[in-house]
């Protein structure tokens, strides 16, 4: 069994078409499509059926599909286990978002300079959906995500996720406005007729300000999008709209931040690697440092004009 057709197989149950596979992989339609009908020959067994203009897997390709996962991380495996042991050396490839990068990868980057010369880290910054799309098509090594406890992110069966660390959030208003505080349910009631602000390269904080707003019982009118803090607090300021920040942010003078409690808001961030990979040495090592790092509480406080996954501080 040729494990390119295995793959072909798992990426179509994952992605839905043969166009998406194909445009992943970097190939086209019809190849993605005889290679498929090909692993079906060798299987004796129907992999694929017409659905609509679109084809979707058999109970058999379904079934497949779950042991190419299996399979392929196997084979991952074993490529990266021929010396076991041996000193972490060669380049790592880090997709995250910028917060993960400056205050926790870049120190550990740093350490490793001197702890392991021969261990290369490239670093690219993207928010969550942008760092795992590197990741499925094997662009990056380690993705640094983050998610909320109200939004949290779609499972990835070909992808194993390490919680790092957690942030509360609340919710910034004019200082104006007041600072009575309540539950989350209650702080948005208060603030139904004003303007939203949320992210504008992630809709995790969108469906969070959604998901609240529903059970406080209105739909909040969302006007404008900003992935900085500092922008985010200058709207705030101007007067167009409300928005969530975390926890300790500083602020200026004309903004203040509402706690969110029962429900709270807490963000997740993840180191994020694809099965069959994470026992090679570079990748462990790095993701061992930010776990490590992660547990001793060094978060320090967001400076302003940085992304909205700020953690504010440790949890």
Do not use: K
């Amino acid at each position: 069994m040729e494990t390119r057709r295995l793959r072909m197989l798992v990426e179509l149950s994952r992605l839905g078409s043969m166009r998406a596979v194909a445009d992943m992989l970097g190939a086209t339609t019809s190849t993605v499509s005889q290679q498929i009908a090909a692993l079906a020959d060798e299987m004796g067994t129907a992999l694929t059926e017409p659905h609509g203009r679109l084809v979707r897997l058999t109970p058999a390709g379904r079934r497949l599909a779950e042991h190419g996962v299996t399979i392929l991380s196997a084979v991952e495996t074993a490529r990266h286990d021929l010396a076991p042991g041996s000193e972490p050396n060669g380049t790592l490839r880090v997709a995250g978002f910028a917060t993960a990068i400056r205050a926790h990868l870049l120190p550990v980057v740093s350490a490793l300079t001197t702890s392991h010369p021969r261990l290369r880290v490239l670093v690219r910054e993207h928010e969550p959906a942008e760092a795992l799309r590197l990741l499925s098509e094997d662009a990056t090594d380690l993705a640094l995500t983050y998610d909320y406890n109200l939004a949290p992110a779609a499972g990835d069966p070909v992808v194993s996720s390490t919680a790092l660390w957690t942030a509360g959030w609340g919710l910034g208003v004019p200082v104006q406005a007041g600072a009575r505080e309540g539950t989350a349910l209650e702080v948005f009631a208060r603030f139904a007729g004003h303007d939203w602000i949320v992210n504008s390269r992630n809709t995790a904080d969108e469906t969070v300000i959604r998901t609240l707003a529903s059970m406080a019982g209105f739909t909040p009118r969302i006007t404008h999008q900003a992935d900085s803090l500092d922008l985010v607090q200058g709207m705030i300021t101007a007067g167009l709209g409300v928005g969530l920040l975390p926890l300790g942010t500083p602020t200026c003078a004309a903004v203040h931040i509402l706690p969110l409690t029962d429900p709270e808001v807490r963000l997740r961030s993840y180191a994020v690697a694809r099965h069959g990979r994470l026992d090679w040495p570079p990748l462990a090592l790095v993701t061992d440092l930010l776990v490590r790092r992660s547990a001793t509480g060094q978060h320090p406080a967001p400076p302003t004009g940085t992304d909205p996954g700020e953690p504010p501080q440790a949890p």
